[in-house]
């Protein structure tokens, strides 16, 4: 969906009527102390139910490797391709599943769309039901995408939702809002950076970011 106007199309779930939002409605921001005291509590709760045995002990860093397995560097294999190999970008945007599988990638979700940033685009990515996220691509999402602000504010007020990530679109440039959901989920294709020929091609992932492909960011030169 673009960018709300002054008539804008109905949205897939209701949400509050309103133009102003307080402190409350500010977005998860992720904070190194927020996730040291998330992890202290976590090992904490570890320990107790190991404690308990109801949990052996290793059994917890087992399933959050196997959860970790897929991550970021998937998602830059893809866009490195694509910046690299235009037949493959093409296949890319018209059937991100298959040309995951090209490249080996296993997809678990039912269909990955991939929707290209450009000049005159850019391209957000949310979930306004519940967190769908492309996991086997990405990994885990951050808190702040599965966060009830994000996933109302992101279609209400794009342009403002991108400014507090420090991302500030030009008025010219439509920003385009994609809802995911159990049968699709949404993978952005950024613009590569600039002299992309003159680039070491094996430095090219690092420059593919987790929020360069929601959205909420672009590739830094």
Same mark, same amino acid.
């Given at each position: 969906?673009?960018?709300?106007?002054?008539?804008?199309? &109905?949205?897939?779930?209701?949400?509050?009527?309103?133009?102003?939002?307080?402190?409350?409605?500010?977005?998860?921001?992720?904070?190194?102390?927020?996730?040291?005291?998330? !992890?202290?509590?976590?090992?904490?709760? @570890?320990?107790?139910?190991?404690?308990?045995?109801?949990?052996?002990?290793?059994?917890?860093?087992?399933?959050?490797?196997?959860?970790?397995?897929?991550?970021? %560097?998937?998602?830059? $294999?893809?866009?490195?391709?694509?910046?690299?190999?235009?037949?493959?970008?093409?296949?890319?945007?018209?059937?991100?599943?298959?040309?995951?599988?090209?490249?080996?990638?296993?997809?678990?979700?039912? @269909?990955?769309?991939?929707?290209?940033?450009? !000049?005159?685009? %850019?391209?957000?990515?949310?979930?306004?039901?519940?967190?769908?996220?492309? $996991?086997?691509?990405?990994?885990?999402?951050?808190?702040?995408?599965?966060?009830?602000?994000? $996933?109302?504010?992101?279609?209400?007020?794009?342009?403002?939702?991108?400014?507090?990530?420090?991302? *500030?679109? &030009?008025?010219?440039?439509?920003?385009?809002? %994609?809802?995911?959901?159990?049968?699709?989920?949404?993978?952005?294709? &950024?613009?590569?950076? &600039?002299?992309?020929?003159? $680039? *070491?091609?094996? *430095?090219?992932?690092?420059?593919?970011?987790? *929020?360069?492909?929601?959205?909420?960011?672009?590739?830094?030169?």
């Amino acid at each position: 969906m673009d960018e709300p106007t002054t008539d804008p199309r &109905p949205l897939p779930c209701p949400l509050p009527a309103r133009t102003s939002y307080t402190a409350q409605d500010a977005l998860v921001v992720e904070t190194g102390a927020g996730n040291a005291e998330a !992890a202290r509590l976590t090992e904490a709760l @570890q320990a107790l139910l190991v404690a308990k045995g109801l949990l052996a002990p290793g059994e917890v860093e087992q399933e959050i490797a196997k959860l970790d397995a897929p991550g970021l %560097h998937l998602g830059a $294999r893809l866009v490195v391709r694509a910046w690299t190999d235009p037949d493959f970008k093409a296949r890319l945007l018209a059937d991100g599943k298959s040309a995951a599988a090209e490249l080996g990638l296993k997809v678990g979700e039912a @269909q990955i769309v991939v929707v290209e940033n450009t !000049a005159q685009a %850019h391209n957000l990515i949310v979930c306004t039901l519940c967190s769908c996220y492309p $996991r086997s691509i990405l990994g885990q999402p951050p808190s702040w995408y599965i966060s009830k602000t994000y $996933r109302a504010r992101a279609v209400r007020e794009p342009r403002a939702v991108l400014r507090e990530f420090g991302l *500030d679109i &030009p008025l010219h440039v439509r920003v385009r809002v %994609h809802d995911s959901n159990a049968d699709m989920r949404y993978l952005v294709l &950024p613009m590569p950076p &600039p002299g992309l020929r003159d $680039r *070491d091609e094996a *430095d090219l992932p690092g420059l593919v970011t987790r *929020d360069v492909l929601i959205g909420t960011a672009v590739v830094q030169a």
